[in-house]
């Protein structure tokens, strides 16, 4: 058996290419079916709908660095590097969904994303070849598009265990983990109800949102009449990186972000922080190998922080802007010295700087897989752009990671002044499926 | 003098490479200053504020295909070839704002426009290069990222010219153009009034959002005082080709989009139905070698539109779903022939085909040259994705272009049923700046 707490293989994968290729050699089929340039843009897909042909992709890439596979003993999208690009939707299961319909619902979204994310069409019939009086099997508008290196991780939230009301719908509760619980209240929060929670959980990261809003929306027509969208969120612009192959990238402060971040190159660090362990909760042993995604929908005040000095931007951060150099010096990976003094003898990094509060140093070690994106979201009534982080973290133990960790920076990071939290999340993500298996089988089946 | 309806230089430009380079060459700044590859990712861009650097770009791509002139006859973002992204911004000016407020604000989002087109800073200073104790020049988020074929179009509103009460503000009035005028109700519109209108309009197109967006946010934040957001749309995965270099894209009902567009290697044909000439309009001699831009936000709806069968949803087009031909035959480019006749001696191409009513031999000859992106904001309260069509088009006269189509489409168009027209603007754009003049200068100097 493979062991559930290593990477899966192409975490290690050395090319680690973060960009789409000019003329990409993806989204070639398995069997090498249907392969060819079209107009110079992209690569044809395998358009027959054999589903034999995502299974032999099994836990590897296709062809090349531009396919991520899905099947494997972790899902993919996790220590993958971070994509371009984010979908990211939240589900909740219909009133009289069953048991049997949760089953048969995570059977097809696994297969279609085994197929979707090798470049193919979903269904048995793809876009194209089925019967001409009936509804396609997909919906057509990535025809022609490479895989885009698409990836799609399934979670499950608390109410697929107890629903708000405490039932246990599915005959899940006695299999709830203890960390899988709504998100306390932080100090920061102003939630809106219709951008947090859900049953179920779609993260479709890819480097082009043609092919992540193809997923999603082919995984929403999927669930019809048994679970419908609640939320859901573009995102552009990794704002971390997961591979040391991967430059960092900035948020819309203006700063690089991430530069501590977990990489997938540390697979100890990976495994002590990010996977599930065996033991880690006797009674949700089906988690083992998987991890807990953790949303955050983080409105930015961009126009107050844009009003704001140089010098007191960078005292918020505790970097400066141009490298992401600690404020103590040297380069952006130089470990932040936080007893430097400056004049007077006070802190070059400040005692609420950002990089202080967030520290592992400064926090009995905790660190987390950051795998956010920026997003704008149009603007409001006063002109001010609706615009900031979706903050996605996958971590081992909520309760001894996430939430201590944003407590101290939702109560004393200055840098909150310029947020707000309006969305947020929980899901425990299983170990990826194998293939005739689904994720959440060892939970389900 | 140039001759303002003549295509811009760069429309001919042979080098039509439309996709994000995996290294690219762009963001080097005109004077060669700081040009290094940074971390496998980008090129550092220059990073001192020499507005003279600017000013050497003049017309010309500085560091290759990558880069896009901001200065030359026409506004870049027309017959430019259409990038992946799009950031679309309406403003109205405030209520205080005077006629020396709106050209300073015009300098200003020039002389911006023009440095980050080019893939530099905004500002005397820029991102890190000010007084440290004063906001910086520009918010940083695009520090290290190609110029990715940014382009900044603006253009102007009715309101403009006459505000909603019939005030003449800025003295304009006299100037206003016959043919700017907010267009009329068509039978499906279902217009909300927070994402129509708007006194100027801002188009960034490029082929990173970040990019887009940082555009957009720092004209935004050079406009404060003078004028506000009135609405903002992201756009993805241009929905047409304005090049024969590039392939035609999928919209989101998953048919290719744009074939019959008018291309800038037609001059000819630009010529005739995009630039308004000299003479069309007396009193608005300062349009000529502009155009108008026409947006409409149409929302999809998608979830009926994936319950069609293949069939009529090729009957409703008028072309097949696989390669975008004609359904008389052919391949893509095929003209359709609208009197070929089936079974039954009924048409291949049936009486209310979208390609029918929409094709220049049904509608007088009118073409219009399309510049419209997908996009998708998220989901409404029943789980319906709020996704669907932004469109852009460009045309020499809006009463005789799009208005007839656009009547004849909405009211006899079987494709209106799975569309709902909800955002609508019209503006005057501008022909491109000179060096040391600024967009519109033509009608304010």
């Not at 531009?66 to 219909?94: C, E, K, M, N």
């Not at 082919?218 to 430059?247: D, E, H, P, V």
């Amino acid at each position: 058996m493979t062991d559930p707490n290593r990477p899966s293989d192409h975490a290690a994968q050395p090319d680690g290419v973060s960009r789409r290729r000019l003329f990409g050699l993806a989204g070639v089929g398995a069997l090498g079916v249907g392969a060819g340039v079209a107009g110079g843009l992209a690569v044809a897909r395998a358009t027959d709908g054999d589903a034999g042909a995502a299974q032999t992709a099994l836990g590897q890439p296709v062809a090349g660095p531009s396919v991520w596979p899905f099947y494997g003993a972790q899902q993919s999208g996790i220590v993958t590097p971070a994509q371009d690009r984010l979908h990211f939707a939240a589900f909740d299961l219909s009133a009289a969904a069953t048991r049997d319909d949760l089953v048969r619902l995570l059977k097809a979204w696994s297969d279609a994303a085994a197929k979707m994310t090798q470049g193919q069409e979903a269904g048995e019939f793809g876009a194209l070849s089925g019967p001409y009086d009936a509804p396609p099997d997909d919906t057509g508008e990535a025809l022609g598009l490479p895989a885009s290196r698409l990836t799609v991780t399934i979670g499950f939230g608390p109410g697929l265990f107890r629903d708000s009301a405490g039932r246990d719908r599915f005959g899940l509760a006695d299999s709830q983990p203890d960390h899988l619980q709504p998100l306390p209240h932080f100090p920061s929060d102003n939630l809106r109800p219709d951008l947090t929670g859900g049953d179920l959980c779609v993260q479709a990261c890819a480097d082009d949102p043609q092919v992540a809003v193809h997923a999603v929306r082919n995984l929403s027509r999927i669930a019809f009449g048994t679970a419908s969208l609640r939320w859901s969120q573009l995102g552009f612009g990794r704002t971390s990186s997961t591979s040391t192959s991967q430059a960092t990238p900035r948020n819309l402060f203006g700063f690089k972000d991430g530069t501590a971040n977990l990489k997938a190159e540390d697979p100890a660090a990976v495994d002590e922080h990010v996977w599930v362990h065996e033991d880690d909760d006797p009674k949700a042993s089906w988690l083992a190998g998987g991890s807990y995604l953790i949303a955050r929908k983080i409105k930015m005040h961009i126009e107050t922080w844009d009003r704001t000095s140089l010098s007191e931007q960078e005292q918020i951060v505790g970097r400066d802007k141009r490298d992401g150099a600690p404020l103590s010096g040297g380069d952006e990976f130089t470990l932040p010295d936080f007893e430097a003094a400056g004049r007077d003898d006070k802190p070059l990094i400040g005692p609420v700087a950002h990089i202080r509060l967030a520290h592992p140093s400064q926090n009995d070690g905790v660190r987390i897989l950051r795998r956010g994106y920026n997003f704008a979201d149009g603007n409001d009534e006063l002109g001010r752009l609706s615009a900031g982080l979706f903050f996605i973290a996958f971590v081992r133990d909520p309760d001894k990671q996430f939430i201590p960790l944003q407590t101290r920076l939702s109560r004393d990071d200055t840098m909150m002044e310029y947020l707000q939290h309006t969305g947020s999340g929980i899901f425990a993500v299983p170990r990826g499926a194998q293939p005739g298996g689904y994720v959440g089988d060892t939970l389900l089946a």
